[in-house]
Every structure is written in C-alpha cells, then in structure tokens.
C-alpha cells in the first residue's frame, strides 16, 4: 500500500537525485505539484531530517545556512527500490490513467473547477 509518508520520501528522493535542493525548495514543488496553497513546514522537515537518520540523504550548510540535501549511496539504492515499487503501483492504475490521458472534450487545464 502507498502512504502519503511514502509517497513523500519518493517525492524527496526523486527530486534531490535529479538535483541537490533545501527543504524550502522542496516544499514549494509539493505545493506546485499538488496544487496546494501551503504545504506543512514541519512535515517536509521532519521528512528529510528522517531521512538523513537512515542515511538516505547528507544535508550540507548552503548559503544563508539553508541546509542542502544530496542522495547518499544509500539513498540512490532506496530510490531505484522505491521506482521498482511507485513502477508497480502505477501499473495497476494503468487502464484509469489512459482514460484520463485520452481527456477528449479539449481541456487540459490543471486545478481548474469546472
């Protein structure tokens, strides 16, 4: 089963693998890409301070002492096991996302009501 806890670790490592990032920054793309006017501080906080307890992450003083997080060894083997898993929970959904993708009546706007 896929948690919001797990689905956030992905998120976290996904996004730290393409780049290295602060949890500020990974908490506006959550807020973007679940198109949420505020998404918990403390939750993504919690979350990467967690994560980089079990190694996944390695967190860095950056500038204006924002801590920036980078995948460990660790954390890349988690991701490729994670991706195996989001890989098969996407599959059991695949018919209803071709529905959605397959939209005819022309709109393709996001986080609009209709």
């Not at 506006?28 to 403390?42: G, H, P, T």
């Not at 967190?59 to 988690?78: A, H, P």
């Amino acid at each position: 089963m896929i948690t919001g806890k797990k689905l956030l670790e992905f998120y976290i490592l996904w996004t730290i693998n393409k780049a290295p990032k602060c949890g500020y920054d990974i908490m506006k793309e959550l807020e973007d890409f679940f198109i949420m006017k505020r998404m918990s501080q403390a939750i993504v906080y919690v979350t990467l301070r967690g994560m980089e307890s079990k190694k996944y992450l390695k967190g860095t003083k950056g500038s204006r002492n924002k801590t920036i997080y980078n995948l460990t060894n660790l954390g890349e083997k988690r991701l490729m096991e994670e991706k195996g898993f989001m890989r098969m929970y996407v599959l059991k959904f695949w018919d209803i996302i071709e529905d959605v993708l397959e939209n005819t009546n022309g709109d393709d706007t996001i986080g609009q009501s209709t």
